[in-house]
């Protein structure tokens, strides 16, 4: 079974520009996760989807983020305009359904995102 | 408001020895644990999980206990390996369709030999 993969794996850009970043769950899990951890913290969510629906975008930091999963399987995160605040690494993450009883979540190797 | 806290920064310990990972949270809320490791440049990987109407659970060399009255959690590595020397954090949620993760910091965890 393949793994959360996530592309770029690193992206460099100026304060102003525009990113997407993208995120391809496993295969079958219709929850999807974004997070970020910043300067070396803690890991913290951004939102939720279930197949193509966002469940909690309460993490979500201000409207310069826009997080899409059109047909409920690979997702976009998009920072337009990005500001120096937003560097940090961005991880995704899949599960299967959690009404049965587990709520174990895979992460994909994350994107590196540098603005300068 | 940090809800869930891993209160060592850092761990080292020799290789064969036992590994004792802490984390105390402050949500009652929290019905289920998580521990995760992450190498360098790596997602965080999944290692074991504990539901609140456990305290214990056991897989292989990896044991979480839970201690509900205290709000606080460990893990334990026995024997520890130097293949464990890795970032490894505590996560929480809450059933029910919550099922976003509550991170901690981290513990830095060094084994020499």
């Known amino acids: 079974e393949a793994g959360v993969t996530q592309f770029p794996s690193h992206s460099v850009i100026e304060k102003g520009q525009t990113v997407t970043l993208r995120c391809d769950p496993i295969?079958?899990?219709?929850?999807l996760y974004w997070y970020r951890r910043v300067m070396g913290k803690e890991i913290k969510f951004l939102l939720h989807?279930?197949?193509?629906?966002?469940?909690?975008e309460s993490g979500m930091p201000n409207n310069r983020f826009l997080a899409e999963r059109t047909g409920g399987t690979y997702s976009t995160l998009k920072v337009q305009p990005a500001e120096l605040e937003d560097s940090g690494v961005y991880f995704c993450?899949?599960?299967?359904?959690?009404?049965?009883?587990?709520?174990?979540?895979?992460f994909g190797p994350g994107t590196r995102l540098t603005v300068t | 408001d940090q809800q869930v806290k891993q209160n060592s920064p850092s761990l080292s310990v020799q290789e064969g020895r036992i590994s004792i990972l802490n984390c105390d949270y402050t949500?009652?809320?929290?019905?289920?644990f998580l521990w995760y490791k992450k190498y360098p440049a790596e997602g965080p990987t999944f290692l074991i999980s504990?539901?609140?109407?456990?305290d214990k659970n056991e897989d292989g060399r990896f044991t979480v206990f839970l201690n509900k009255s205290a709000k606080h959690l460990s893990l334990h590595i026995v024997p520890s390996q130097p293949g464990d020397s890795a970032v490894y954090f505590c996560?929480?949620?809450?059933?029910?369709?919550?099922?976003?993760?509550?991170f901690g910091a981290g513990t830095r965890l060094a084994v020499h030999p």
């Open positions: 993450a899949s599960s299967r359904d959690s009404s049965l009883g587990s709520y174990e979540q895979y």
């Open positions: 295969s079958g899990h219709d929850n």
């Open positions: 989807f279930v197949k193509e629906s966002k469940q909690d």
């Open positions: 949500n009652s809320m929290f019905d289920y």
């Open positions: 504990i539901s609140s109407i456990k």
């Open positions: 996560a929480a949620c809450r059933s029910g369709g919550y099922n976003k993760l509550i």
